[in-house]
T-cell receptor
Framework: AQSVTQLDSQVPVFEEAPVELRCNYSSSVSVYLFWYVQYPNQGLQLLLKYLSGSTLVKGINGFEAEFNKSQTSFHLRKPSVHISDTAEYFCAVLKAGNQFYFGTGTSLTVIP | KAGVTQTPRYLIKTRGQQVTLSCSPISGHRSVSWYQQTPGQGLQFLFEYFSETQRNKGNFPGRFSGRQFSNSRSEMNVSTLELGDSALYLC?????????????FGPGTRLLVL
């Protein structure tokens, strides 16, 4: 069963517009949730993570995500995107046993 | 502080050969994890090492193996290469096990199997 589903493979958005990248996970137990960004020809960089506590998590570069247990979602948002935000974004879940499961990625393209 | 380094950055092998990839974690980090990234399968977890012990393993055949040395450097070995092993192999390090500590990724080793 797919542990992490990223609903959109590609998201084009105009510069300075808001964006939401969707992520749903499947788990009946507690999980830790992450968003990573991958710029062309580079490794992954952690944007933010949810381990416990407040369901609204703020990360780097103005990104934030909200953990919604009832909808098993962890959507990533940014109120105003920049050209430099063009990249591949991965949602990931860490389950018991320390296994990471990544989504298939969402390619964000910011249009000038 | 230097980041995670991976060597080599690019590699071309032929089917049936074996390959060894190296990862040097950030100084002080004791956990190293390996991932395979392909266009078809996306990012998949291979294994995690902590204090020279494999702590967790993903769903990969036994041809994929790894080890960690006392200085936390890690190597990953793939034997009897198949065309489907062509991928970007990413290494990540963290202070402790990845469950609580932020992982820092290296730039990856791109392996092409012909």
């Amino acid at each position: 069963a797919q542990s992490v589903t990223q609903l959109d493979s590609q998201v084009p958005v105009f510069e300075e517009a808001p964006v939401e990248l969707r992520c749903n996970y499947s788990s009946s137990v507690s999980v830790y949730l992450f968003w990573y960004v991958q710029y062309p020809n580079q490794g992954l960089q952690l944007l933010l993570k949810y381990l416990s506590g407040s369901t609204l998590v703020k990360g780097i570069n103005g990104f934030e995500a909200e953990f919604n247990k009832s909808q098993t979602s962890f959507h990533l948002r940014k109120p105003s995107v920049h050209i430099s935000d063009t990249a591949e974004y991965f949602c990931a879940v860490l389950k018991a046993g320390n296994q990471f499961y990544f989504g298939t990625g969402t390619s964000l393209t910011v249009i000038p | 502080k230097a980041g995670v380094t991976q060597t080599p950055r690019y590699l071309i092998k032929t089917r049936g050969q074996q390959v060894t990839l190296s990862c040097s974690p950030i100084s002080g980090h004791r956990s190293v994890s390996w991932y395979q990234q392909t266009p078809g399968q996306g990012l998949q977890f291979l294994f995690e090492y902590f204090s020279e012990t494999q702590r967790n393993k993903g769903n990969f055949p036994g041809r994929f193996s790894g080890r960690q040395f006392s200085n936390s450097r890690s190597e990953m070995n793939v034997s009897t290469l198949e065309l489907g092993d062509s991928a970007l192999y990413l290494c990540a390090s963290s202070l402790a096990l990845a469950v609580q500590e932020t992982q820092y990724f290296g730039p990856g080793t791109r392996l092409l199997v012909l």
